[in-house]
Nanobody
Framework: VQLQASGGGLVQPGGSLRLSCAAS????????MGWYRQSPGEQRELVAL???????NYKDSVKGRFTISRDNAKHTVYLQMNSLKPEDSAVYYC???????????????WGQGTQVTVSS
């Protein structure tokens, strides 16, 4: 079981990007899914988290600009990022908790990072 993220890249300030993260394997349920980010010299921080029932938490600085969503049938979480700012530049990591496949449930599953760079 693994998480595969995609969608990062270089964008100008004010632009948009959409990140996707799909869980692969014989999955039958996933708890909360979300996105964290980490800039050089900084700690990894929560950007947005969505529970399986749909409740959502956002980092204050991205509220109104970022939208997290998930497709439970596809075991995929998305992050639509609009009005991007240079301070949003970071490596973005997808995350899943209580990921159940077969007879095993695993906590704190991380995907590989995807670089987001906001620069003119």
């Amino acid at each position: 079981v693994q998480l595969q993220a995609s969608g990062g890249g270089l964008v100008q300030p004010g632009g948009s990007l959409r990140l996707s993260c799909a869980a692969s394997g014989s999955i039958y349920s996933i708890g909360p899914m979300g996105w964290y980010r980490q800039s050089p010299g900084e700690q990894r921080e929560l950007v947005a988290l969505i529970k399986s029932g749909g409740s959502i938490n956002y980092k204050d600085s991205v509220k109104g600009r970022f939208t997290i969503s998930r497709d439970n049938a596809k075991h995929t979480v998305y992050l639509q990022m609009n009005s991007l700012k240079p301070e949003d530049s970071a490596v973005y990591y997808c995350y899943a908790d209580n990921l159940c496949a077969g007879a095993i449930c695993t906590n704190d599953v991380w995907g590989q990072g995807t670089q987001v760079t906001v620069s003119s």
